[in-house]
């Protein structure tokens, strides 16, 4: 009797953690959408501070981003992550931004990607897809330009142009116009 008892209560325990498995992950779903998360790769040690520092940036100027900085384990990562619209913002080097984009080594299993600059810094490219809402890539490129003293960084404005075209919402902010009409909001 008592066994049963005893596999009765397992059964039941199994149960509910299989089926609390779920949850944890719709949770991080809706953490993804509420939160603008900057990509930085593990492997590529300065990408993390620099990720922090830009997180810090907009989580202090531009709150509702509710930016955080997340690292993944290697830039193939963040080509999956990128490429499987996961998660939408990335700080790469420009050599890695140009092989993710044309789907070169060792990116060729996410394909090209189609990405777009928001700014330049220090050495690295802060990329997004290019669905990205312009107005946020308007938001995010004002921000992290009119705060750049905290980053330490050289500004795509009037710098060599960056490796990937300028996403039309950050092109819009340095050129002083205004943000090119949205078919579809994502957000």
């Known amino acids: 009797m008592r066994r049963r008892r005893f596999l009765h209560a397992a059964l039941i325990g199994a149960l509910g953690l299989v089926s609390s498995g779920h949850t944890p992950y719709r949770q991080w779903m809706v953490y993804r959408q509420r939160h603008l998360l900057i990509l930085t790769d593990r492997s590529d040690p300065p990408s993390y501070p620099l990720g922090k520092r830009v997180a810090a ?109 300028l996403h039309p919402g950050a092109l819009a902010y340095f050129e002083g116009t205004s943000l090119p009409a949205e078919t579809e909001e994502r957000h």
């Open 57 to 165: 940036v907009l989580a202090a100027h531009l709150p509702a981003s509710k930016a955080r900085v997340t690292r993944a384990p290697h830039t193939e990562r963040i080509a999956s992550l990128i490429s499987s619209k996961q998660l939408d913002v990335a700080l790469l080097s420009p050599s890695d931004a140009v092989a993710l984009v044309a789907g070169l080594p060792p990116f060729e299993a996410y394909g090209p990607v189609a990405l777009r600059t928001l700014i330049a810094l220090d050495g690295y490219l802060l990329v997004c897809r290019d669905d990205f809402p312009a107005r946020h890539a308007y938001a995010v490129t004002r921000t992290l330009d009119l705060h750049g003293a905290e980053l330490l960084r050289a500004a795509t404005a009037g710098a060599e142009p960056p490796a990937i075209p």
